[in-house]
T-cell receptor, first 111, second 111 residues
Framework: QKEVEQNSGPLSVPEGAIASLNCTYS??????FFWYRQYSGKSPELIMS????GDKEDGRFTAQLNKASQYVSLLIRDSQPSDSATYLC???????????FGSGTRLSIRP | DTAVSQTPKYLVTQMGNDKSIKCEQN?????MYWYKQDSKKFLKIMFS???????INETVPNRFSPKSPDKAHLNLHINSLELGDSAVYFC??????????FGQGTRLTVV
């Protein structure tokens, strides 16, 4: 089992709709969770951090964490073409020694 | 000013050569990383340093040798380059092991 799993996509969403990206992790003791956005040919850029169960909102982005289900998600409201990118889920495991990335979900917003 | 900068951005070299990639961060972070991103976009940790001390050394061939002369710098030297080393290498930094900030990447092509 991979430590951090994501559906590779591509996920195609119409402009203006809600994009929902999902991630599961294997280490039950994980405490810190992140979402990064990576445009083609660019470096990963941190867009959200979440540390406790529930929702965390920042503009059009909402991160959701459910530690019991070992599940973290990212919702993007009012999707724009500029949101088209690969979204990487990242987790710091219970050893707190490294940041582990999922393989990313490619999101495409169609006009 | 760029927060995490790495050089060179592109590196094309022949098999068997030795090359180095340099990384510097001006964020005052105490932890620095090298990640490798392959053609499938999977971002895999290679090394992690905290206050110049090696704390993570994943299963990386010993042809790869990181060096941290001080907290703000983490260089990567690669001996006897092989075709399979072709990838994008990202340097990143964080305060302890928390959200990481990435450099722009070095695209290494071995021919």
């Amino acid at each position: 089992q991979k430590e951090v799993e994501q559906n590779s996509g591509p996920l195609s969403v119409p402009e203006g709709a809600i994009a929902s990206l999902n991630c599961t992790y294997s280490d039950r003791g994980s405490q810190s969770f992140f979402w990064y956005r990576q445009y083609s040919g660019k470096s990963p850029e941190l867009i959200m951090s979440i540390y406790s169960n529930g929702d965390k909102e920042d503009g059009r982005f909402t991160a959701q964490l459910n530690k019991a289900s070992q599940y973290v998600s990212l919702l993007i409201r009012d999707s724009q073409p500029s949101d088209s990118a690969t979204y990487l889920c990242a987790v710091i495991g219970s050893s707190a020694s490294k940041i582990i990335f999922g393989s990313g979900t490619r999101l495409s917003i169609r006009p | 000013d760029t927060a995490v900068s790495q050089t060179p951005k592109y590196l094309v070299t022949q098999m068997g050569n030795d090359k180095s990639i340099k990384c510097e961060q001006n964020l005052g972070h105490d932890t620095m990383y090298w990640y490798k991103q392959d053609s499938k976009k999977f971002l895999k940790i290679m090394f992690s340093y905290n206050n110049k001390e090696l704390i993570i050394n994943e299963t990386v061939p010993n042809r790869f040798s990181p060096k941290s002369p001080d907290k703000a710098h983490l260089n990567l030297h690669i001996n006897s380059l092989e075709l399979g080393d072709s990838a994008v290498y990202f340097c990143a930094s964080s305060h302890d092991v928390t959200e990481a900030f990435f450099g722009q990447g070095t695209r290494l092509t071995v021919v």
